[in-house]
């Protein structure tokens, strides 16, 4: 199952991060996972919230641009190899992983927020290797 | 040296007959062969026989590059196609080009104003000199290169963008004189000195232009390089480079103005100032065939004097300029106006018309940055989507103004929106 993904373009000034979340603490958004993938100039955060819609909505009202995207989160057990194992099974069926980062949700397992190509065709087959991936439901309560 | 005693040195009274015989000629040929100027005149109520001599030029209605955007490309031209040799274009305001074109007999005019000037800088046909100008639909490189030749000295086209091979050049072939911006000249003097060949070289005069500079450069070029630095003059509508420029007093710019008769006006009243005060260069090309043109304003702001020059020269001069009556930038001697770079960004969808051109001077070559707004509907979250989308604008960018830029992407909403005139430059470069 996918989730959304808020991402947000900002240009590398100061202060200009904290604008972005500013505006979601002031819209009650509550912010799970954060990634920020840069250049020198640019920026791009990369957000899993309780509420992505809202929050891009809030988002481009305050005049930033931000869009969704649909990415996996994906339940890692705690033991050694796991992430290795499941990449593996993504690798084999010649699905590419364009970025990753790690999400924390004080449970047994660990996450991993990821997004590939061919999205559905990855869900399958981590649904066929019984890999759980987390809802939009789930993500919703936390 | 003073390379056309008759012409340069002309009593007030031989230029004042010269001047009128050659301007009612003008008239009556563009009249005759420019349907552009023949309404334009007809809507004034002038007929050529109106002009009798260089006081009635007032009555004249002014030409300006909106003009020759307008009668895009050869509208403008009197002369048949068949007459015509050459081309030459420079950057319109929009889109279009402003293209001019040269009969033989111009080409000739052009050498000829070209040798006077550099002969104001000292060169000799016993000199070696450079052309550091581009070469091409530009006219530095070309104006330089008849000029130079018809003076008889031994031209060495360099063209731009090859500092390594020019400096050794310079060396080797002991180079004399240089043509080429002053910015770049003063580049070039850092190249020298980074590579210790400073003690090397033979250089005795530059004639830079095509672009504004200020006498505190000049001093810094003359005295790194110990040479004369001379400041030549031209636009391509008028003919190139070589309308004007100063002799060895440097107390203005000598105009060539039995060819191109210069007035000073008030840019906003259109009316004439007098003499000394600063205002708009206004030219008429009071012997053009190719694309002759009738008070067209140069939006370049200076004054004038008609007083004998020390030099023995009668030629009126013009002042340092002391900036632009339009928002045209001169960046890498290429002529920029912001509305190209708003032309070009309405091409691209992912961002909006909001930009900032900031001009600077980086170790003396400009540099240009456009920063652009990205589009609040624009969307990409990954790194190579922006790097992308900057590549696209740099493109379009250079595609439209002849230059490259860095191109900053800014997010939606962040350009500083000014009330009332969009301020759409920063110019760190204090050029006048």
Redesign the interface.
């Known amino acids: 199952m996918t989730v959304k ?1 808020v ?1 947000v ?3 590398n ?1 100061q202060g ?1 991060l904290g604008e972005v979340l500013q505006v979601l603490k002031d819209n009650n958004v509550n912010i799970l996972s954060i990634s920020l ?3 020198t ?2 920026g ?1 955060l ?1 957000l899993i919230v309780n509420s992505p819609e809202k929050a891009r909505d809030v988002l ?1 009202a305050s ?5 969704l ?1 649909e990415v996996l989160i994906i339940k890692v057990p705690h033991v050694s190899g796991a992430l290795q194992n499941i990449l593996d099974l993504l690798a084999k069926a010649n699905i590419s992983i ?2 990753m980062y790690g999400l924390s949700v004080e449970t047994k397992d660990a996450s991993i927020v990821v ?1 590939t190509n061919e999205l559905k065709r990855a869900c399958e087959i981590l649904d066929k290797g019984h890999i759980e991936t987390m809802s939009p439901q789930e993500i919703a309560i936390l | 040296m003073i390379w056309n005693k008759e012409a340069e040195c002309m009593s007030q009274d031989e230029k004042t007959a010269l001047q009128s015989k050659r301007l009612v000629e003008l008239v009556k040929y563009v009249y005759e062969n420019v349907e552009f100027y023949r309404k334009r005149m007809d809507e004034y109520g002038i007929k050529p026989s109106d002009i009798k001599g260089i006081e009635d030029i007032d009555k004249l209605p002014y030409t300006t590059k909106d003009d020759l955007r307008d009668t895009y490309p050869f509208g403008l031209f009197a002369a048949p196609h068949s007459d015509i040799v050459r081309i030459h274009a420079s950057s319109g305001t929009t889109g279009k080009a402003t293209v001019v074109g040269y009969t033989q007999y111009d080409i000739d005019v052009w050498a000829e104003c070209v040798a006077r000037c550099m002969s104001m800088a000292g060169v000799t046909k016993d000199d070696i000199v450079q052309v550091a100008y581009g070469y091409g639909l530009f006219t530095g490189g070309l104006g330089a290169h008849y000029g130079a030749e018809k003076i008889g000295a031994m031209v060495v086209p360099m063209s731009t963008g090859n500092s390594k091979k020019l400096t050794t050049m310079m060396v080797d072939f002991g180079a004399t004189a240089i043509a080429c911006t002053p910015s770049y000249l003063l580049h070039l003097s850092e190249v020298l000195r980074d590579e210790g060949m400073l003690d090397k070289i033979k250089l005795k005069a530059a004639i830079c232009g095509a672009e504004p500079w200020t006498e505190k450069m000049r001093s810094e070029i003359e005295q790194r390089l110990n040479i004369s630095a001379h400041d030549i003059y031209g636009l391509s509508e008028i003919m190139g480079p070589g309308v004007a420029c100063d002799c060895q007093y440097h107390e203005g710019l000598h105009i060539c103005d039995d060819h191109f008769y210069p007035e000073i006006i008030d840019a906003k009243t259109l009316k004439p100032v007098k003499d000394g005060e600063l205002g708009e260069l206004v030219f008429t090309t009071l012997t053009k065939q190719g694309i002759p043109l009738i008070r067209y304003r140069t939006k370049d702001l200076t004054s004038i004097t008609r007083e004998k020059c020390k030099c023995g020269r009668t030629s009126a001069r013009i002042s340092r300029f002391k900036g632009r009556s339009d928002d045209m930038l001169i960046i890498r001697g290429v002529n920029v106006f912001p509305s190209q770079v708003e032309a070009a960004l309405v091409e691209v969808k992912e961002v909006t018309p909001h930009y900032m051109m900031i001009v600077d001077r980086d170790n003396n070559l400009d540099t240009l940055e456009i920063q652009v707004e ?10 190579r989507g ?2 992308s989308l900057q590549r696209k604008i740099a493109q379009v960018i250079q595609g439209a103004l002849g230059i490259s830029a860095r191109i ?7 350009l500083k929106r000014s009330e009332g005139k969009a301020v759409h430059v920063i110019d760190n470069r204090k050029l006048y």
């Open positions: 993904q991402s373009f900002i240009e000034r200009r993938a840069d250049t100039e640019y791009l990369r481009l005049g930033f641009s931000s869009m995207t364009e970025y997004k | 990205v589009d609040k509907d624009y969307y990409t979250d990954e790194i922006i790097e900053k992407l800014v997010g939606p909403n962040t």
